[in-house]
């Protein structure tokens, strides 16, 4: 016989299987009472609470990642339209002149007569001239004679019209006991335009007192270039030069050319007509009862002796005479000095 088991014996597994199979039902066929240990005695009793649960926390979601942007195809570019050359304008097609029949040459027109020359042109009016100066003046002055004290009163008035014309009226009267011995007033008067150049006299007068045969008068024709003076029972007719003035009507005709402009003037009294140059003597200021004014003082001295004029302008009343001194033939002196001044 051979040594080798054999290959029917059952496995120990399923040996081990047969054994608890009759085991039991060995016990059972026997009635053995099995019981089971109690696991819920009072002594061991255990009292289990229920406890809600905590709720968890959310769970936060991460944001969500941004949506692709899709690419926007790039706008197409309209191309700028492009202005069409304008043709140049044809010239229409010239037309054939027709011929004009000859005319004969008509005879040129007679030449004008060259207009007559005045003497000395009438100077043109210029309101816009006569605004630079003052419209309306009034100066009154304390008269003196020699050594002494006042004397009398002096006025002046100047005024301009609307029509660019002024008059100018001078008066001078003895006060207190001089006028037992010097009587009367004495009067001048000037009137004109105002031109180009500042005043245009047309006429003077001067009277000394009541005696007319002491009157002095002129008369300026500017058209006609001719001076006429008239001087008691005298008449004399003499050429009018350019810029001329009167006695009176010189001492304003500083509003419009300064004395330091022009140092030569043409004057006439209603006597005499002469050409006067005057000297420029220096500033000086004057004490006055307007206060201290500030002056320019200019003189003449008369060739033949006849005496000396002395005029004080004041630049800041646009050159009016706030001061006139008179010298005469035997060196007496007459001075008139400001008292009070109203321009405008």
């Given at each position: 016989m051979s040594n080798k088991p054999s290959r029917y014996l059952p496995s120990p597994r399923l040996l081990l299987a047969l054994v608890f199979s009759l085991l039991l039902?060995?016990?059972?066929?026997?009635g053995v009472n099995l019981e089971l240990p109690d696991f819920m005695s009072e002594h061991d009793r255990i009292d289990v609470a229920l406890v809600p649960l905590a709720k968890p926390k959310?769970?936060?979601k991460p944001p969500a990642p941004p949506r692709p942007v899709?690419?926007?195809p790039p706008r197409p570019v309209r191309p700028k339209p492009v202005a069409k050359p304008v043709p140049p304008p044809q010239e229409a097609p010239k037309q054939q002149e027709e011929p004009v029949a000859a005319q004969p040459p008509q005879p040129a027109p007679p030449p004008e007569p060259?207009?007559?020359a005045a003497a000395t042109p009438a100077p043109e009016v210029e309101e816009s001239l006569a605004a630079r100066g003052f419209r309306h003046v009034e100066i009154e002055y304390r008269v003196f004679r020699g050594k002494g004290g006042s004397i009398g009163v002096a006025k002046h008035e100047y005024r301009v019209g609307g029509e660019g014309t002024y008059s100018i009226t001078g008066t001078a009267e003895a006060s207190g006991l001089v006028s037992l011995f010097i009587r009367g007033k004495y009067a001048q008067h000037s009137e004109g335009m105002v031109g180009p150049r500042g005043l245009v006299p047309s006429n003077f007068s001067y009277q000394r007192g009541d005696n007319p045969a002491k009157s002095q008068k002129a008369s300026f024709d500017w058209q006609a270039g001719m001076l006429t003076l008239e001087y008691g029972q005298q008449r004399e007719t003499v050429p009018l030069l350019e810029?001329?003035?009167d006695q009176l009507s010189f001492m304003y005709q500083f509003m419009f050319v300064p004395p330091l402009e022009q140092m030569q003037l043409a004057i006439t009294n209603g006597k005499r007509f002469r050409t006067y140059a005057y000297h420029f003597d220096g500033e000086e200021t004057?004490?006055?009862?307007?206060g201290d004014v500030r002056t320019l003082r200019?003189?003449?001295?008369?060739?033949d002796g006849e005496g000396k004029l002395e005029l004080w302008l004041a630049p800041d009343y646009r050159y009016l005479p706030v001061k006139i001194s008179q010298t005469e033939k035997d060196g007496t002196v007459t001075e008139q000095l400001v008292k009070q001044l109203k321009a405008e």
């Open positions: 039902h060995v016990i059972l066929l026997s959310p769970v936060e899709k690419p926007q060259p207009p007559e810029g001329a003035q004057l004490k006055t009862d307007i200019i003189s003449k001295h008369d060739s």
